[in-house]
């Protein structure tokens, strides 16, 4: 498993802007950042926690929800060791709680959550109408 930690969420009214951030850390026997394929999960009140965004560790291939429209954007900062979800035009129905979150290693990118053996903590993000 592999530590992470996500920040930047917050309250921003619907049409505006946030990028959150997924740091990584605790790396052992060898693995290192890139080894990693990272998603980006949300989980309104009340509902299922859901897949937004994945991006490959074999080459850096990111794949969407198609519910998103294009207005959510993962980028990789490997220096950083760090996984970035810029959030354009933010409607309402984007509120909840973002989490980023590992495959094992001999795993891909899922859409399922039980499909990921590590977690962040989860950021809160709420867009006001």
């Known amino acids: 498993e592999v530590h992470l930690v996500e920040s930047g969420g917050g309250l921003v009214q619907a049409g505006g802007s946030l990028r959150l951030s997924c740091a990584a850390s605790g790396f052992t026997d060898g693995f290192t950042f890139d080894d990693y394929d990272i998603s980006w999960f949300r989980q309104a009140p009340g509902k299922e926690r859901e897949w937004v965004s994945c991006?490959?560790?074999?080459?850096?291939?990111?794949i969407y929800a198609d519910s998103l429209e294009t207005r959510f954007t993962i980028s990789i900062d490997d220096a950083e060791n760090t996984v970035y979800l810029q959030m354009n035009s933010l409607k309402p129905e984007d509120t909840g709680t973002y989490y980023c979150a590992a495959p094992p290693l001999d795993s891909d990118c899922s859409w399922s959550a039980s499909d990921y053996d590590s977690w962040g903590q989860g950021t809160q993000v709420t867009v006001s109408s």
């Open positions: 991006t490959s560790s074999a080459d850096r291939t990111t």
